[in-house]
């Protein structure tokens, strides 16, 4: 039979369960997990997650601070709300909203976040942990662990596997290459460069894709059983709705469900675990500043 993987309704039992585990600390601590996001510019998308995320914390109890900058802002007034937030004891996790206007330093201002901080789990400390085998970091970004959650809540064996991620960006695809590295399966990476992509994925037990490429995975490209999970969000145009574009994922859904054992579907998909996750790293980093078990 084929699975729909909902990734909405995983989500919410994964808020239901920090929402308990915040009003727990808050009883014996008294204290209030905290997130500080920031962004900078006038990014539609940008300003919509950054909506979500905000609407997210309110509804498990975690304090949100935003702070919106403009356009063309420079580095140090971004590192200036950085510097504070790291000292703010109220503040248990800071994410900066990517991608950054082009003229800022993507690198510099990341690196500004203290690691004890780092929910995104973007800062090198992190990624260097996560790359090196035997070690494991403090936070994993929160779409790579998204992803990987949904494996495990939907039971599928990722040790032995051969998995395929299509797309090797700093966000999404090296760090689900690592986490599936980690979890013993064997890893394949596709990126723009890759000649004849579909005989590599072809091979995938599991099927992971995040190249922003709407519809690119067709129903020929996947391995009849496989698992597939869609990182893609994409808008394509659609002058039947009234908004006049759609939401799509990289994967052709219809095309996929025929011969995948499983897949994600966009929305509702690894979008809303995404959310889950930065939610439960910062409550795992209220705790871990805390001491709370
Ligand atoms: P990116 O543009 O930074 O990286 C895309 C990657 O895909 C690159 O490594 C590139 O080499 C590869 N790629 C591009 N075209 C390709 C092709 N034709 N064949 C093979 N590889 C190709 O994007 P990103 O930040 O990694 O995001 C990827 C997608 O996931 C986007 O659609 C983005 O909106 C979505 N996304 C979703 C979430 C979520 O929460 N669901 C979070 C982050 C990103």
Redesign the pocket.
């Known amino acids: 039979g084929f699975t729909r993987i909902d990734g909405k309704k995983e989500a919410k039992s994964i808020r239901d369960e920090i929402k308990i585990e915040v009003s727990r600390m808050n009883a014996s601590k008294n204290v209030v997990p905290g997130l500080a996001v920031i962004l900078v510019g006038e990014r539609k998308d940008s300003a919509s997650y950054v909506r979500s995320k905000k609407k997210a914390c309110e509804s498990v109890g975690i304090k949100s601070v935003d702070v919106c900058l403009p356009e063309d802002s420079s580095e140090e007034d971004v590192l200036k709300y950085i510097l504070s937030f790291n000292e703010d004891p109220s503040i248990h996790g800071i994410l900066v909203q990517l991608p950054l206007p082009s003229h800022l330093n993507e690198h510099n201002i990341v690196n500004a976040i203290c690691k004890e901080k780092d929910v995104d789990g973007f800062h090198p400390f992190n990624i260097g942990l996560l790359a090196k085998r035997g070690s494991e970091p403090d936070f994993v970004p929160c ?1 790579p662990k998204g992803c990987i959650e949904l494996l495990h809540r939907y039971n599928v064996e990722i040790e032995g596997k051969r998995a395929v991620v ?4 700093n ?3 090296m760090p689900v290459a690592h986490l599936l590295q980690n979890e013993d399966a064997t890893v394949t990476t ?3 460069k ?1 000649r004849n ?1 579909e005989e590599i994925t072809r091979e995938a037990d599991i099927l992971i894709a ?4 709407p519809n ?1 995975v067709r129903g020929s490209w996947i391995k009849p059983g496989a698992v597939v999970i869609d ?4 808008h394509v145009q659609d002058l039947n709705v009234p908004s006049g574009s759609r939401l799509v994922g ?1 994967v052709c859904y219809e095309e996929a469900r025929k011969v995948a054992s499983a897949v994600t579907p966009v929305p509702g998909g ?2 809303p675990m ?1 959310i889950a996750m930065l939610l439960s790293n910062t409550l795992t980093s209220a705790k871990s500043i805390h001491k709370f078990q």
């Open positions: 779409t299509i797309g090797r960006s966000i999404v695809g596709i990126h723009s890759t992509p995040a190249a922003g490429q690119m990182v893609g969000i994409n990289d690894v979008g995404t």
